[in-house]
């Protein structure tokens, strides 16, 4: 879709302003000013001021002109749009910003010591408590709200295996501090 439009607005840029003196920087500027169009209908409509305008459709009409003249700007330095995107969206597709939060990964950390520490208690001759002997689902809310600061305490200290040094003893380990 990018690059066939591209490929139009080549000619049309072309037989419009010429093939001389046609420099990136134009366009380039002629971007920001719709991005400042943008910005001014966005902020119209959220104050709700000049009500008389039709801010919304100079928002979308700014819209339309900030990617032709991105596409103009590309074409100028020799790229191709769609590659650029394509490019970018492949990276940025593999993000995800709510998994690398640690309140959310201190849930499902504290649940997993839950469900380990209750299958393992038995194996080391270790009754739990009756209370808490259950599914994590219905552990008492002050017992998990323990457990999942305890989580989040150790998730901020980006505890990870290469800071983690094991001893002679198994049981002790040294934490290398993180900056
Ligand atoms: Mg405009």
């Not at 139009?8 to 920001?32: C, I, Q, S």
């Not at 769609?82 to 849930?107: A, F, G, I, N």
């Not at 080391?124 to 305890?150: C, E, H, Q």
């Amino acid at each position: 879709m990018l690059r066939k439009l591209q490929n139009e607005v080549r000619p049309w840029a072309t037989r419009n302003f010429g093939k001389r003196k046609r420099e990136a920087w134009k366009p380039l500027v002629g971007l920001m000013e719709e991005v400042g169009e943008l910005s001014h209908a966005h902020l119209k409509q959220v104050q709700r001021v000049r009500m008389d305008e039709d801010h919304e459709a100079k928002a979308k009409d700014a819209i339309g002109d900030i990617v032709i003249f991105l596409i103009d700007y590309c074409d100028l330095r020799g790229w191709d749009i769609q590659q650029l995107v394509e490019q970018t969206w492949r990276k940025v597709k593999q993000r995800d910003y709510r998994k690398l939060k640690p309140k959310d990964e201190s849930d499902a950390l504290a649940r997993k010591f839950h469900e380990a520490y209750e299958r393992l208690a038995p194996k080391f001759g270790y009754k739990t408590r009756k209370a808490s002997a259950v599914s994590w689902d219905d552990v008492p809310i002050k017992n998990k709200k323990l457990m999942t600061a305890v989580a989040f305490e150790i998730l901020k200290q980006k505890l990870q295996p290469s800071n983690v040094r094991w001893g002679k003893a198994k049981s002790r380990c040294r934490v290398r501090p993180t900056r």
